[in-house]
């Protein structure tokens, strides 16, 4: 039977207690509701659009940190706060995650490569899916990581494969298992709304999670697999602390039946995520200092971690879409403002009536009453953003903001109408404003990207027609074919920016006069070169270093006359995801690199690079 606290235990206990409460309320004035930004304030929005289009996705670093620090306080570690990847895979939100310390939570094997390439090293991965994948879960697990079990065949299939891994000597080591719980507890919403059944994660009937009644028995069934926590979520935009307070004393519970049966020691309590946020200054939700200050009161048992893994009450005040007024309009007498964004980045606030506060061009929230409507630009009735509002105060032209925009909106977005994002800038923490995802282009259209183009007409009857090699020679390049080869270039000058950022100043003899593609690729692949070697700390080059794969996007030409200015980003390096990497002892990274004159247009381009350090001499 497991051991209960003491009568001097609980004493220290309560001491404990007391002593989380001043931790939370030793701070001036903590807020016990949500609010909304301010960091967006300070932009100079008109010249933000101005440097960098409209529907621009805006993340502001420093709101992150703020974030994160306050799910520190709450959980004690910020390895124990773990970003869902799903709420917003944007690389520029996950760098700066990676960097605060957070941990990442991901449900596949692409939501894992993009966390490692951000940074996140193995131990502060975490993996968990209705849909899992054994291989996928099982790496994670061998690494370091933390796997989230969520049904009993998933368990036993890992306990299997480390009994199998054990005859080898393997063992769990730093390596994590949770199982996810469906509770037996009722978790509910405070207001009942259209969406809630859409976000009810802990549904007693619902797809998530192992029924609790079932939990020990299954355990018992563990022979190799050692169990380290427990695992359950309570929703999303949760406006209440009862269900989190709730479902900690009940895995507590379970915990507790699980040790009394089994030899297994649960630790770790991860209450997902859940927290809402106030999407408008109408809104009631709990801030996340309410939540400790509840959690830290209640009579939680310190054997155990808290985790949690928030998305909204972690991102979502950290982004902001700026958009623009691009047409006017009335129809029989209500007034119509249409924007350039809409549906195709803000599926969650038309679809599921989760209506954000927009700002208008002068910094002021829009009214949600009167007898005009702000809509989106897609061509269904239903893209509206502000069904009802006074669109009289908008005029084509003018910037709009909508706030509170940083989880489920840009990873839901879609290219319906083939409505394209602006890209992404990060307002840093020294107050500069860099772009980090550039606007997207026709053929990023992922209907028309590695398409077979001409094969699904009748026109292709796969009737092959011989064609003379006099008629093609006539018509190939001869630049392509001889003179190209001719093509030189040299460094002139090179720095560091950073840690994982290299500028080149290089000159280039083409007969051409201008970079074309196969140079661009040569030149950007032998900086890309250069600059891995740095990176990793190396002064020769002894080990190979090769590309996989290419994007490149040449919209001018870039003139040999004068230097080109090269500069290569590169994120951190990983392994392959698909675990072909880890067999041949080869990493890779991710590549960004533009190519320019001071003056002229940009090429810009990306590479997947690979790399075998175990290869050298």
């Not at 092959?464 to 001719?486: F, H």
């Not at 880890?582 to 690979?610: H, K, W, Y």
Request: net charge neutral; hydrophobic share 45%.
């Amino acid at each position: 039977m497991t051991r209960r606290p003491s009568q001097l235990e609980k004493h220290r206990l309560a001491s404990s207690i007391r002593s989380r409460v001043d931790h939370f309320t030793d701070r001036a004035a903590p807020l016990t509701e949500a609010s909304m930004e301010r960091w967006s304030a300070a932009l100079d929005l008109r010249a933000l659009r101005a440097e960098f289009g409209s529907n621009l996705w805006v993340v502001s670093a420093s709101q992150l940190r703020r974030n994160v620090r306050a799910w520190t306080r709450l959980t004690g570690s910020p390895a124990r706060v773990c970003y869902p990847v799903k709420a917003n895979p944007s690389p520029a939100v996950l760098e700066i995650l990676a960097e605060l310390g957070a941990s990442a939570e991901c449900a596949s094997a692409a939501e894992l490569q993009l966390a490692r390439l951000a940074g996140f090293p193995s131990e502060r991965l975490v993996y968990g899916s209705p849909a899992p994948e054994l291989g996928t879960a099982w790496r994670v697990l061998a690494q370091g990581g933390t796997v989230v079990a969520d049904s009993a065949s998933m368990l036993l299939a890992l306990d299997a494969k480390a009994a199998e891994a054990a005859e080898s000597g393997w063992t769990q080591g730093r390596g994590r298992v949770l199982l996810r719980v469906n509770p037996s507890i009722d978790i509910r919403h405070r207001r009942d709304e259209s969406w809630t059944e859409l976000t009810a994660h802990a549904a007693r009937t619902g797809k998530f999670g192992v029924p609790s009644e079932c939990v020990v028995e299954l355990v018992e069934r563990l022979e190799t697999l050692r169990l380290d926590g427990l695992h359950a979520h309570v929703g999303t935009q949760m406006d209440h602390v009862e269900p989190f307070l709730a479902l900690a004393r009940h895995l507590a519970e379970l915990a507790d039946r699980i040790a009394d049966a089994t030899a297994q020691r649960p630790t770790i309590l991860d209450l997902g995520g859940g927290l809402g946020i106030a999407f408008t200054a109408a809104d009631r939700i709990p801030s996340i200092e309410a939540l400790g200050l509840a959690l830290a009161s209640d009579e939680c048992d310190p054997r155990f971690e808290r985790w949690f893994e928030p998305g909204h009450a972690l991102v979502g005040n950290a982004v902001a879409l700026l958009g623009t007024i691009t047409e006017k309009k009335s129809v029989r007498g209500r007034e119509w403002a249409v924007a350039d964004i809409g549906t195709d980045q803000l599926a969650k606030i038309t679809l599921l009536s989760w209506r954000h506060q927009v700002l208008g061009p002068d910094a002021r929230p829009l009214p949600t009453t009167g007898d005009g409507a702000l809509a989106g630009p897609l061509c269904f009735s239903g893209d509206t953003l502000l069904p009802a509002t006074d669109a009289s105060r908008l005029a084509v032209g003018d910037i709009i903001l909508v706030q509170h925009a940083g989880a489920y909106c840009a990873a839901l977005a879609s290219t319906f109408n083939g409505r394209r994002s602006a890209g992404t800038v990060v307002v840093r923490e020294d107050g500069r404003v860099v772009r980090t995802a550039d606007a997207a282009r026709t053929l990023d259209e992922p209907l028309a990207r590695g398409h077979a183009w001409g094969q699904a007409t009748a026109r292709c009857d796969g009737r092959a027609t011989p064609l003379g090699i006099d008629a093609v020679e006539r018509l190939s390049s001869r630049v392509l074919r001889e003179e190209l080869c001719k093509e030189r270039f040299s460094y002139r000058s090179a720095l560091r920016d950073g840690a994982r950022a290299f500028e080149y100043e290089v000159d280039v003899d083409s007969p051409v006069g201008f970079v074309s593609m196969p140079l661009a690729i040569r030149i950007a692949g032998d900086a890309a070169i250069v600059s891995v070697l740095r990176m990793l700390g190396h002064e020769v080059k002894a080990f190979p270093v090769w590309g996989t794969e290419l994007g490149l996007s040449m919209r001018g030409q870039v003139r040999t006359n004068v230097p080109v200015l090269v500069r290569i980003e590169l994120s951190h390096a990983t392994t392959r995801g698909d675990g072909a990497s880890r067999q041949s002892g080869s990493r890779c990274l991710a590549v960004r690199f533009t190519l320019r004159n001071d003056d002229g247009p940009t090429a810009r381009g990306s590479f997947e690079i690979m790399f075998d350090e175990a290869a050298a001499g």
